[in-house]
């Protein structure tokens, strides 16, 4: 099992290319399931939870082909075993996925239920009433839904909660539905935005994508489109966090700086340097970092998939700052590791007190999931001495070679298998 070792205090200069957004990839893979013609993607990131699901359309019978240079093609002619097994999904609960669009297309499918991870519990119940309101049967049973429909059929759904991967899933079957379909409480996220732009592309009739209300009219069917993944978002703002708590000068280039607003002006806020361009940004890391509170919400406010990149920041803080995590249950793991480097953490239920000025010294830590992941490593970066991380392939779900990225900046780190 692969690990990735670090020697601390390198300050992080030059520049970064962003890779395409796993999470817009994700989306836009399973949506390939809606039409019979050839669909090409572009900008995938090349991470493991992008050729799990390339795996996991083959097993449905898709012509899935993904290149290291991000380009995609594939054609789902006509079904396979509309299925996606627990031994795929336990490994990816992105999976889910596959639900409304294998509904809208072929009318049926059993997929595991993807169960929790270390952030949550991580329920699908909104997806299932949402397609539920939509006509279809979701029968759950041994650990997987067997969902059927002979119609789908436009609705009225509003979510109690934002749901990222709900409102995909909804708006991927609302398109092939009879009638129009508003899905109300909906996520904002760029994500989103960007599987819209996909859907209609391929014919698809949706306004509101990126509001809190979308507005999805039924077509017949869809056709084969080109499509191009979003810059991550998450990645970009991981690396600002490097450039801020290394004290360096890093460019970010090949992002959307718009996509991290609230990134950006917390990461201001804590003293970080910031000039913004049209595709990228600069952040130049100041000797003082100012201890923030900051409380995650859905798009556009702060991102829960940056809380602990965020907090790896804080422990290098001036003073105590509070860190609220309203959107999982379970998201501070990572506290318990950066504890092991000298961080000064108190968690309380959904809040960390993070007391800033803490000497990080490196150490054999453990990673629990991607972000976490990606919070030892910024951690590492500003510890002194030698970090050990053990289970990257955590890391290796969502970051495309974040090892070499850094090194390319003047980190000392190196992956050791
Ligand atoms: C997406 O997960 C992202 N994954 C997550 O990124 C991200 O952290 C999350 O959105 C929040 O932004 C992908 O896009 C593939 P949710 P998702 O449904 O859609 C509750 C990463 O690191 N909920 O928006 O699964 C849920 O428990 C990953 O890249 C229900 O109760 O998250 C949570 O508390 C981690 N019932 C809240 O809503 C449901 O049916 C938000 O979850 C669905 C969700």
Do not use: W
Not at 346 to 375: N, W
């Amino acid at each position: 099992m692969d690990k990735i070792r670090i020697v601390g205090e390198k300050e992080l200069r030059g520049r970064v290319e962003i890779s395409g957004a796993k999470n817009a990839a994700l989306p836009a893979m399973a949506a390939t399931l809606l039409t019979p013609e050839i669909v090409s993607l572009e900008n995938l990131p090349y991470v493991r939870d992008i050729l799990t699901t390339r795996e996991l359309l083959e097993s449905i019978g898709v012509a899935a082909e993904v290149l290291e240079n991000g380009t995609g093609t594939f054609k789902a002619a006509d079904a396979g075993a509309l299925e996606a097994p627990y031994e795929l999904v336990k490994t990816m609960r992105a999976s889910v996925l596959v639900l409304g669009p294998m509904l809208a297309r072929f009318k049926k499918a059993r997929i595991s239920l993807p169960g929790g991870c270390a952030i949550g519990a991580r329920p699908i119940n909104l997806h299932l009433q949402g397609l539920e309101k939509m006509g279809a049967k979701c029968d759950v049973s041994h650990g997987y839904v067997e969902a059927t429909t002979t119609k789908l059929r436009g609705a009225y759904i509003q979510f109690e909660t934002v749901t990222v991967t709900g409102t995909e899933n909804l708006m991927m079957a609302a398109v092939l539905a009879e009638g129009e379909t508003i899905l109300d409480n909906a996520a904002c996220e760029p994500e989103v935005e960007n599987l819209a732009d996909m859907l209609c592309a391929m014919g698809a009739k949706i306004d509101g994508a990126g509001t809190r209300t979308i507005r999805i009219r039924g077509v017949k069917k869809l056709k084969g489109c080109r499509h191009r993944i979003i810059p991550d978002r998450i990645e970009a703002g991981t690396f600002a966090i490097a450039a801020a708590i290394t004290r360096g000068d890093v460019e970010i280039a090949d992002c959307n700086p718009k996509h991290l607003t609230s990134v950006l002006g917390q990461l201001s806020l804590a003293g970080a340097e910031i000039s913004m361009g049209e595709t990228g940004f600069r952040v130049r890391g100041h000797s003082e970092i100012s201890s923030k509170n900051v409380t995650t919400y859905p798009y556009p406010a702060f991102p829960t998939d940056m809380q602990a990149q965020y907090m790896a920041l804080m422990t290098q803080g001036d003073a105590t700052s509070i860190i609220t995590e309203t959107i999982f249950e379970n998201r501070f793991m990572h506290a318990l590791e950066l504890i092991r480097m000298g961080a000064d953490i108190k968690v309380e239920g959904r809040q960390a007190i993070v007391r800033g000025g803490a000497t990080l010294t490196g150490a054999k830590v453990q990673a629990s999931d991607l972000r976490a992941s990606a919070s030892l490593i910024l951690a590492g970066l500003a510890a002194k001495g030698e970090t050990i991380i053990d289970r990257v392939y955590h890391l290796d779900r969502g970051y495309a070679r974040i090892e070499e990225k850094m090194a390319r900046l003047g980190a000392e780190i190196e992956r050791i298998s």
